[in-house]
């Protein structure tokens, strides 16, 4: 399903002054957008609200760079939800956010229909309780037949684990003489890789000011441009992700070459 560009002005309409659809290349939009939604606890505390509210706000958020993603005609859309380190919060706020992940998944499906949306998860899920599993698998089995974007949830992620994993699963093809060591190259250590079959993303958005890379994604984004506004995630509206993308567009991508005169 490619983009639907009077779709796409209408979802725009007027904006702020700073930024409108007319400053991006349409014919340039980023074949996969990565976001880390950062910054849901400070936009709560900045509101004298709890730290879950933040999370709560977040998925609107969430639902409109989805929304944003699919009318400007990006392939794929993934973001960071959880990772390996989260665990360490406070059992409340892990039970919370298992939660709203089981519920917005629930809630969202009418959306992932409406707008062809495929769904895909990155990290270990074993670990996930099991409400949140059971809802994550039925996200994967009704939108398997979707052929439009692809929206890859990373859940319980941590790009060491995942290298990690990677690296036992060729060790033990090899021990079984499946896989002879000559023939283990990027596309053998990518292929085992959560992300296997997707393209690298070639954008990279993180929220909330902060310049890190929080073990995302740590193969995936050699040659990824990086984005970081200091907006908290809750207040990422469309307009936002627009400022993203023409950010991208002025880079010049050479990928370790150079420039051809
Ligand atoms: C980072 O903010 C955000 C998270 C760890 C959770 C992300 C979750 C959502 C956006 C909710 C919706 C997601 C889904 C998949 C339904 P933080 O808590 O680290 O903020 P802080 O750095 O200000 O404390």
Redesign the pocket.
Known sequence: MGRDDQKLRAYYGAGPADISLDDIDLGGIPRHVSII???????AKARGLD?SE??VA??D??REAVTTSVRLGVDVLS?Y??STE?WKRPRREVNL?MH??AT??MQELPLFFQEDVRLRFLGDLEALPRETRDVFQRGLDETAGHTGMTFA?AVNYGSRAELVRATCQIAREVQAGSLAVEDIDEECVSSRLYSSGLPDPDLLIRT?GELRLSNYLLWQLAYTEFYVTDT??PDFSRWDYLRAIRSYQRRDRRFGGVRQP
Do not use: I
């Open positions: 939604m950062d910054g849901n606890g400070r936009w730290r933040g999370h977040g998925v958020s969430l973001v939800a959880f989260n956010l709203l992940f917005t998944l949830l909330s908290y995630w």
